[in-house]
């Protein structure tokens, strides 16, 4: 869904640096991958973690993957679960 309204993702992709807005060295303007890709923003969200924070739905009713995560739609809506969303990976 979010893909086909332009947005792309970079996964695996590791950040160098954040490069400065030309004439405003206070604000991002692009980034720039350790591969050398160099990538325009108007907006820079970064996500940083290590795993799943799952654990707590163990004793519940939500079924996790395999690597503690919860599955979810093209919609971010929990599968099986009504009215629930996350963010996480469409299967």
């Known amino acids: ?3 086909s309204k332009g947005i792309k993702f970079h996964m695996n992709a590791a950040v160098q640096s954040a490069e400065p807005t030309s004439g405003r060295s ?3 303007g692009a980034v720039k991958l350790k591969d ?3 990538i325009p923003a ?3 969200i970064m996500a940083v973690g290590i795993g799943p924070a799952t654990r707590f ?4 009713d939500f079924r996790l ?3 503690g995560g ?3 739609d093209k919609h971010m809506q929990v599968k099986g679960v009504k009215d629930v969303y996350a ?3 469409s299967m």
């Open 26 to 28: 206070d604000h991002v």
């Open 70 to 72: 919860v599955s979810v």
């Open 65 to 67: 993957e395999k690597d």
């Open 1 to 3: 869904m979010h893909e």
């Open 87 to 89: 963010t996480g990976k």
């Open 57 to 60: 739905l163990k004793e519940s």
């Open 36 to 38: 050398g890709t160099i």
């Open 42 to 44: 108007d907006v820079v």
